[in-house]
């Protein structure tokens, strides 16, 4: 019989980070019958060789290249058939509750969906991983202001700064780096869009579960830390095109009607100018 909970891990060269994070998956579900797998992109440094002695039960699927996010989550997906997958990055690591207490709280809230964590940087601030659906305006402040002056009002209404993530409560979208899903839902809605290689393809399954009639949840029951941007390091300037083009097949597939139609043009325009600033950032993010 399949157990009711996997975990599952998308790899792309985390290098140190992919055994520290299935070293706290394993910490952590002691209480629960969990299966656990990683789907490689084809890493090139040797992360997945240094677990797999460590860790035999789990399932490992290599991909021959980087597939992007999308299509890596939708092969672990259906590499198990447990009811409820907990997608966690390779650089994340869970520091705090247990996949069961998140579980119970997904058995809970029945037309819940997806069910997003706590998620802290690593010097023990909290991410934003639980934000709102942005109107354009607001997109547009946060995109051009954000990666100068983070705490400007469009970026922080977006974020929900004013929230200190101490509660459960809906929110609009949940960051995939720490997603509890349920699969009834997941499979409903199509799973995630392959379209996106990286970056904005949680926001746009958020958005389908709710179109469709589901709830997406925060809980801060389980508790992750999170380095951001391992993966990617060394490609930030190539990074920021990407997010962008990420942004721009989100805004055709769900803003682009009616005037916003006539608007991609400069929405497209807009946000390569926004990559331009972002790649020369130092450190930015989304």
């Not at 060789?49 to 672990?76: K, L, M, S, W």
């Not at 601030?125 to 305006?137: F, H, T």
């Not at 101490?166 to 839902?185: D, I, K, Y």
């Not at 043009?265 to 926004?274: E, H, I, K, M, S």
Request: glycine content about 12%; some cysteine; overall charge positive.
């Amino acid at each position: 019989m399949a157990p009711e909970l996997a975990v599952a891990v998308v790899n792309y060269n985390a290098g140190r980070f992919l055994a520290r994070c299935l070293g706290s998956i394993v910490g952590a579900t002691g209480d629960v019958d969990a299966e656990v797998v990683i789907v490689d992109n084809g890493s090139t440094d040797g992360s997945v060789e240094r677990v797999v002695g460590d860790h035999p039960d789990v399932t490992v699927i290599r991909n021959a290249g980087n597939r992007g996010f999308a299509r890596a989550a939708n092969q672990a997906m259906a590499a198990t058939s447990a009811s409820f997958v907990l997608l966690l990055n390779p650089d994340a690591e869970i520091i705090g509750g247990t996949p069961a207490t998140l579980l119970k709280v997904a058995r809970e809230r029945p037309r819940a969906g997806a069910i997003g964590t706590l998620v802290r940087n690593p010097d023990g601030s909290i991410q934003p991983s639980a934000r709102r659906d942005p109107k354009l305006g607001e997109a547009l402040g946060h995109a051009f202001l954000g990666p100068l002056w983070r705490t400007n009002p469009w970026t922080r209404s977006y974020t929900m700064a004013g929230w200190d993530r101490s509660s459960e409560r809906p929110v609009e979208w949940v960051s995939g780096s720490a997603m509890l899903l349920r699969r009834a839902a997941f499979e409903e809605v199509g799973g995630f869009d392959e379209g996106y290689f990286m970056f904005v393809e949680d926001v746009d399954l958020c958005t389908r579960l709710r179109r469709a009639g589901w709830e997406v949840l925060f809980s801060p029951e389980l508790e992750v830390v999170h380095q951001i941007g391992v993966s990617t390091r060394g490609q930030r300037g190539r990074m920021a095109f990407v997010h962008s083009d990420s942004i721009y097949r989100y805004y055709c597939k769900f803003r682009a009607t009616g005037a916003g139609g006539m608007l991609k043009p400069l929405v497209r325009v807009a946000l390569w100018g926004r990559a331009l600033l972002m790649a020369g950032v130092r450190g930015g993010r989304r």
